[in-house]
């Protein structure tokens, strides 16, 4: 049976969010996630500059420029893994609230499914026990309908078969589809992804890159971190190009890589254009 995320997240009964988010946009159906003249300091170092962002509903946004740009710092300001120096970030037209306690913030990042380059599972438990943590201690779900809906999704990523595996019995990629498959369980609005393949040998990317295409053409909402150019330019809706902490440009994935207007975008991928077909 197929999962769509934004349908099943879209059933459960929503949450208050009075001591979690200000409200100040009206919640629209369209627009999951606006940011606003985001800035984000380390030190002296301006690592994101005046950043206006939006993601609409079902959307695929791919982030890409070369490293160093505030791409990754920019997906984790959207879920607050950093807290960002100014500007402001709307989840579901709420103003994220700076000033939240790690409790607060478990319940703000049900909404917001979060899948990092290095796995992140927990290496003493099997791979259901990984999928069906979180349903269990954050959703409060019961134990029988959290445990179908982790065979469920290890199905949809290839791993039925590993279920009661722990995570050092499997390759890079394995484990990174157990990580796609634990952030599905908690039925997010959307998926934050920060450079999945990145921490994988070559021969793995396409099996994890296989899923993510997957969750693209059933509907789900995706921003990514990505060096993966063929998934940006042939999956995605919109692609975004950063440097030096500013997007520079974005659009249509077809137009921007064939037809870039800014020169920091052309000098970017021409050292890539010719591994693409």
Do not use: W
Request: with cysteine; glycine share 6%.
């Amino acid at each position: 049976m197929d999962f769509d995320v934004s349908q099943s997240r879209d059933s459960l009964p929503s949450r208050s969010s009075e001591d979690l988010l200000d409200q100040s946009l009206a919640p629209t159906e369209e627009i999951l996630i606006r940011v606003s003249k985001l800035n984000k300091y380390f030190g002296d170092k301006h690592v994101l500059k005046d950043i206006d962002f939006e993601v609409h509903r079902r959307e695929v946004v791919a982030l890409i420029g070369p490293s160093g740009s505030g791409k990754s710092t920019l997906i984790r300001c959207l879920n607050a893994l950093e807290k960002p120096t100014s500007g402001e970030v709307y989840i579901h037209g709420d103003r994220l609230n700076p000033n939240l306690s790690l409790k607060q913030l478990s319940v703000l990042r049900r909404d917001l499914g979060m899948v990092f380059q290095n796995f992140n599972l927990f290496p003493h438990m099997t791979v259901i026990q990984n999928v069906t943590e979180a349903p269990l201690l954050v959703r409060k779900m019961p134990k029988d309908q959290a445990m179908a809906l982790g065979e469920e999704l290890l199905a949809k990523v290839g791993l039925s078969e590993k279920r009661d595996v722990y995570p050092s019995r499997l390759s890079g990629g394995q484990k990174q589809r157990v990580a796609i498959a634990r952030a599905l369980a908690m039925q997010p609005r959307a998926l934050l992804f920060d450079e999945p393949t990145s921490a994988l040998d070559p021969e793995l990317v396409g099996e994890v890159l296989k899923v993510m295409k997957d969750l693209a053409y059933e509907g789900s909402t995706m921003v990514v971190v990505t060096h993966e150019m063929q998934f940006a330019r042939d999956v995605s809706d919109r692609v975004v190009f950063m440097s030096d902490g500013a997007i520079v440009e974005q659009g249509d994935p077809e137009e921007l890589f064939r037809r870039p207007q800014h020169k920091r975008t052309q000098m970017f991928l021409e050292r890539i254009m010719s591994i693409l077909p």
